[in-house]
């Protein structure tokens, strides 16, 4: 298993030695960049994170580097300090030093991705290929030596602005009470896990001033014997739909399942299957939409780093939400009230049903990459591949956005109205986020 780790880790490094020599333009290669965030990727899935908080490492990581490239490129793109929340100093750029400020930003990358949540060393084989990487394509030593020293300078900078943000006091919350009542949520089939992030709500925004900036409605009242309620519709639709999957439909909830740890059962015998996150995901489609408009390092950078923001502040935004309202799962209304037999093409996730996280991120993060790249982007989402899942082609952002919407409704795990109001309210979310970065100049 390890030598699998090992390959994913290092294959992207072996081929660019093989096939380049001069180090600025090895370096300056965005996807380079997209291959080093697939790294930190496959690090994330491989610690089994929970989707939110693996949006922290994305976000802090991709801020890191781009912060190095504000610095050495300050007449395209402007620092974040002062525009993130709590966000207000960064390491000052040294005068008179040599600096790669690409190898710079990947290595600021690699050590705060690493130390944001994550043991000491999880990067530290990948970092280490870099570094050779550089000296086999002829980067001289003191400049090896002053990039490095000024990745390490801006990541301190980083995390020390990242250990305010609550993750540490989340830890050791209050545990989150379950109360076994009509309506809401009670842990679900195979593993009946317990709620997962409970206190995500007070973890530090980066750009919105306050969870309840941009407020969902209620869902509607739990009500399952009004044949005429909204609430029995929607329990209805969504156990009719399930029991009557298309292909087509089958596809689109495999292909945005992202489930991180998929739990099966056979007998005594269990095991978990891991796949991204959907942050990890929508990492995935950044750099597949920067190398198809083939942006520059910067650009990447920079597309990166808006829309981790984005899911990051989003993640928030929705955990307050489903702990707000604690709304039961489909599964278990279906299976308690209309069909003991009854089970969602997707395996339940353990936390709340409304809002659905899912549809909130993928519309906060299609606005972020429409402002970065415009909306009218055919591509095809090559993500799933490497876990078995045949690839889907979309003609912009935003559809691939509104298609995950229908993907949490066709995988039984949300009711249709959840997911059309979460996708609403994450495009809200997104475009705040897009209205007030100023990022490139």
């Known amino acids: 298993m390890k030598r699998n780790w090992l390959y994913i880790l290092l294959a992207p490094l072996l081929l660019y030695s093989c096939k380049h020599k001069d180090y600025q ?56 300090v002062g525009q993130l929340n709590g966000f207000k100093a960064v390491a000052k750029l040294p005068k008179g030093k040599n600096i790669d400020f690409e190898y710079a930003a990947i290595m600021a990358f690699c050590n705060v991705g690493e130390v944001v949540t994550f043991p000491a060393g999880s990067m530290k084989i990948y970092t280490d290929s870099l570094r050779d990487l550089a000296i086999e394509n002829g980067m001289p030593d003191d400049v090896i030596k002053n990039s490095e020293d000024y990745a390490n300078a801006v990541s301190k900078s980083i995390i020390k602005w990242s250990i305010k943000d609550n993750y540490l006091q989340t830890r050791t919350g209050v545990k989150y009470t379950i109360k076994d009542s009509a309506g809401r949520w009670v842990p679900t089939p195979p593993a009946y896990t317990d709620a997962v992030e409970p206190h995500w709500k007070e973890i530090r925004l980066m750009v919105l001033k306050s969870p309840q900036q941009i407020l969902f409605a209620p869902p509607p009242p739990f009500n399952v014997t009004d044949t005429s309620s909204k609430y029995y519709h929607e329990v209805m639709l969504s156990k009719n739909t399930i029991e009557h999957l298309t292909p087509e439909q089958t596809h689109i909830a495999d292909f945005w399942d992202d489930n991180p740890g998929k739990l099966s059962v056979q007998g005594h015998f269990m095991y978990v299957a891991k796949k991204f996150s959907p942050g990890g995901h929508w990492m995935s489609i950044t750099g597949i939409i920067a190398q198809k408009k083939n942006a520059d390092f910067g650009t990447t950078v920079c597309a990166y780093t808006k829309t981790s923001i984005a899911l990051f502040d989003a993640f928030i935004q929705c955990w307050t939400v489903k702990y707000m309202y604690n709304t039961v799962r489909p599964e278990t209304v ?108």
């Open 334 to 441: 279906i299976d308690k009230y209309f069909d003991a037999e009854w089970r969602p093409h997707l395996q339940t996730p353990p936390f709340p049903e409304y809002s659905c996280g899912h549809c909130t991120i993928s519309a906060a993060a299609a606005e972020s990459l429409t402002s970065v790249f415009g909306d009218n982007v055919a591509y095809t989402d090559t993500s799933e591949l490497e876990f078995g899942i045949k690839s889907r082609s979309f003609q912009s952002i935003r559809s691939a956005a509104s298609e995950t919407a229908m993907s949490r409704f066709y995988g039984g795990i949300h009711f249709h109205n959840s997911c059309m109001v979460s996708s609403g309210y994450g495009k809200a979310v997104g475009s705040y986020i897009v209205s007030e970065l100023k990022m490139k100049k």
């Open 25 to 80: 333009k090895v370096f300056q290669d965005p996807q380079l960049y997209s291959k080093t965030v697939h790294a930190l990727n496959a690090v994330v899935m491989g610690n089994n994170f929970t989707p939110v908080v693996a949006s922290r490492n994305y976000a802090y990581a991709n801020v890191a580097a781009y912060e190095v490239m504000a610095a050495g490129y300050p007449g395209k793109y402007q620092s974040l």
